[in-house]
T-cell receptor
Framework: GAVVSQHPSWVICKSGTSVKIECRSL??????MFWYRQFPKQSLMLMAT?????????EQGVEKDKFLINHASLTLSTLTVTSAHPEDSSFYIC?????????????FGPGTRLLVL | AQTVTQSQPEMSVQEAETVTLSCTYD???????LFWYKQPPSRQMILVIR??????QNATENRFSVNFQKAAKSFSLKISDSQLGDAAMYFC?????????FGAGTRLTVKP
């Protein structure tokens, strides 16, 4: 299957700093990428849908100014957690869907564990 | 809005036995896709099996098969000949034209 990478795999930062997480589709083009957040022992909650070349669509309750998403190319989307606070500590997972295939399977990255001190 | 319900927070199965994980969903769409994903302790989401709603035949992938009941909006996963490596969180997921929505998950334990 297709491969999606995320970087970094884990990050520890101080409160008030910004953290950028990269999501790359390695062997396919992804017009659409998704960002999920997962708290311990819970399911994946969709944060936003990222479309190449356009603004991301955020789910209700997700602050777009806090979670900045950029999808500059067909293989790269970035999530920036701005002015991070301890409550932003979580596991962030990106997912990419192959371009041109409305029924394409979504492939998931390995996730990024964020700890804000 | 589409919702996905997994009513079994935890399930347990003896090695080599068969276990069925339940999933129901709610939608007004006629064309959609259903998935089962496995999330082991590494937390990497792994696709187990997928089903297109327009297909009547139940999908199978080796030891994994589904029982898709479109009218009842039910999509259960059957794992045959369970192995220790099957132990993980299993998420049922629904997708139509838009994004993918997940159930709360079922934690599967495999006893040796």
């Amino acid at each position: 299957g297709a491969v999606v990478s995320q970087h970094p795999s884990w990050v520890i930062c101080k409160s008030g700093t910004s953290v950028k997480i990269e999501c790359r589709s390695l062997d396919f083009q992804a017009t659409t990428m998704f960002w999920y957040r997962q708290f311990p022992k819970q399911s994946l909650m969709l944060m936003a849908t990222s479309n190449e070349g356009s603004k991301a669509t955020y789910e209700q309750g997700v602050e777009k100014d806090k979670f900045l998403i950029n999808h500059a190319s067909l293989t790269l989307s970035t999530l920036t957690v701005t002015s991070a606070h301890p409550e932003d500590s979580s596991f962030y997972i990106c997912s990419a869907r192959e371009s041109g295939l409305a029924e394409g399977t979504q492939y998931f990255g390995p996730g990024t564990r964020l700890l804000v001190l | 809005a589409q919702t996905v319900t997994q009513s079994q927070p935890e399930m347990s199965v003896q090695e080599a036995e068969t276990v069925t994980l339940s999933c129901t969903y709610d939608t007004s769409e006629s064309d959609y896709y259903l998935f089962w994903y496995k999330q082991p302790p590494s937390r990497q989401m792994i696709l187990v099996i997928r089903q297109e709603a327009y297909k009547q035949q139940n999908a199978t992938e080796n030891r994994f098969s589904v029982n898709f009941q479109k009218a009842a909006k039910s999509f259960s996963l059957k794992i045959s000949d369970s192995q220790l490596g099957d132990a993980a969180m299993y998420f049922c997921a629904y997708r139509s034209a838009g994004d993918m929505r997940f159930g709360a998950g079922t934690r599967l334990t495999v006893k040796p």
